[in-house]
């Protein structure tokens, strides 16, 4: 029973990993295509969202 229910918690972490990888992709893809979108209209500066996305996601490891 112990390692059905061990076996349980470590796939839940998994998935809870890939889930929070899945999470980070979007995050930085979107952070990407802003920054591209910025590029290209020289008055839009979306830097700030990079930044506080990339902190966001340092203070949460």
């Known amino acids: 029973?112990?390692?059905?229910?061990?076996?349980?918690?470590?796939?839940?972490?998994?998935?809870h990993a890939r889930e929070a990888a899945r999470h980070q992709a979007a995050l930085l893809w979107s952070a990407i295509r802003a920054e591209r979108r910025a590029d290209e209209a020289p008055g839009a500066r979306l830097r700030p969202i990079l930044l506080a996305a990339m902190t966001d996601e340092a203070g949460t490891r």
């Open 1 to 15: 029973m112990e390692r059905r229910n061990d076996r349980e918690v470590r796939c839940a972490a998994e998935r």
